[in-house]
């Protein structure tokens, strides 16, 4: 593990703050630092923090998809006293919106939470699993089938997370002067802009890439979850970004990263060792006693580090050579 930055940023979180990186990809924390460095040069990261939710879906059997459609019509106009239910559970849990989908005669309910400062899966596991049986007593004519039914959608990738958002859905952007990106990144704004588009957006189409558009999202994200005590299967969904970028009117430089589904939290599983309370404490997000702001804080500086990784290894690519001669002075050992 070793610290990158310091990261300038503005916006939603305003902050100089250095971040861990913990990983075996050892050219991933220079390449992290020359994002971080020719951003604060040119005033920093704009951090825009769009929305917060964890989602888990819960699959209930009617007898048939009319009986379906009646109760997702009800259940969907009845949040009040659904969070009734879930006030029970939890302090912290607040039912913000129900998404059904009708398959057959299956039922399937999409339940999106506010979570404070945990990320929530146990959150909104336990909510889900004691609105359950009052659905089942409300609606006599439904049966459970499963506590998860896949529409959440937990570490895997899919299009309605990437649609609705599961976690975080954090925008970070940066504007760059043509001669700090010649400086810095050894590169031109158009060249990475032309890169950019023949590689993370036709490369991505060809690859079949569920929406998503980015050169190496989840290096970042891993490394980060690791230092930060996160669940790390959650990259599977978190990686799913996309980049975009534009040579403005002046020849200058804008970049951006748009991550729908930063799973982050400040409290819960893997918070409590004392390296990781450490890493939170250093990078300010144990001090805000508002609920979800210290977890809020913590997204903001993920989505400026994937932002920064994304933006040095687009410019590196620009230049034939400079990847591979990177990875071998950092990486390859004399015997190899």
């Known amino acids: 593990m070793q610290w990158v930055g310091p990261l300038r940023l503005r916006g939603d979180i305003m902050a100089e703050v250095e971040a861990p990186l913990a990983t075996y990809e050892t050219p991933l924390w220079p390449s992290v630092n020359r994002g971080a460095r020719v951003s604060a040069h040119a005033g920093g990261i704009h951090i825009t923090l769009v929305d917060a939710r964890m989602s ?23 949040i009040a006293a659904l969070q009734q239910v879930v006030s ?26 506010t979570t404070g400062d945990a990320a929530g899966h146990n959150m909104v596991t336990q909510a889900a699993d004691q609105l359950i049986p009052y659905l089942l ?43 700090l990106v010649k400086r810095f990144l050894k590169t031109t704004p158009q060249k ?7 590689k993370n957006l036709l490369g991505s189409i060809a690859a079949g890439s569920l ?12 490394a980060f979850y690791l ?11 978190g990686s799913q970004c996309i980049d975009h970028a534009e040579v403005l009117e002046n020849g200058d430089l804008y970049f951006s990263t748009t991550l729908p589904n930063l799973i982050v939290g400040t409290v819960g599983n893997g918070k409590g060792l004392d390296f990781v309370r450490d890493n939170l404490a250093r990078m300010g997000c144990l001090q805000n006693d508002t609920p979800g702001e210290n977890a809020r804080r913590l997204a903001g500086i993920c989505a400026a ?13 620009t230049n034939p050579g400079e990847l591979m001669a990177a990875h071998l002075k950092l990486e390859r050992q004399p015997h190899d």
């Open 227 to 237: 230092a930060t005590g996160q669940d790390a299967a959650n990259i599977v969904e």
């Open 305 to 317: 580090v994937v932002l920064c990784g994304e933006l040095s290894l687009l410019a590196a690519q």
């Open 56 to 78: 888990r879906s819960i699959t209930l059997q009617a007898p048939d998809a009319a009986q379906a459609r009646s109760a997702a019509e009800a259940i969907s106009a009845d």
């Open 88 to 113: 029970e559970t939890s302090r912290f849990a607040q039912l913000i919106e129900v998404h059904p989908k009708i398959i057959g005669n299956l039922l399937i309910l999409r339940l999106d939470f």
């Open 137 to 179: 007593a409300r609606y006599p004519f439904l049966h459970y089938v499963s506590i998860s039914g896949n529409f959440c959608t937990d570490k895997k990738v899919s299009a309605v997370n990437a649609l609705y958002g599961r976690g975080k859905y954090v925008v970070a952007e940066t504007w760059l002067p043509e001669r």
């Open 211 to 222: 929406m998503s558009a980015n050169a190496h999202a989840a290096n970042m994200l891993l």
């Open 192 to 198: 990475l802009v032309a890169l950019h588009i023949k």
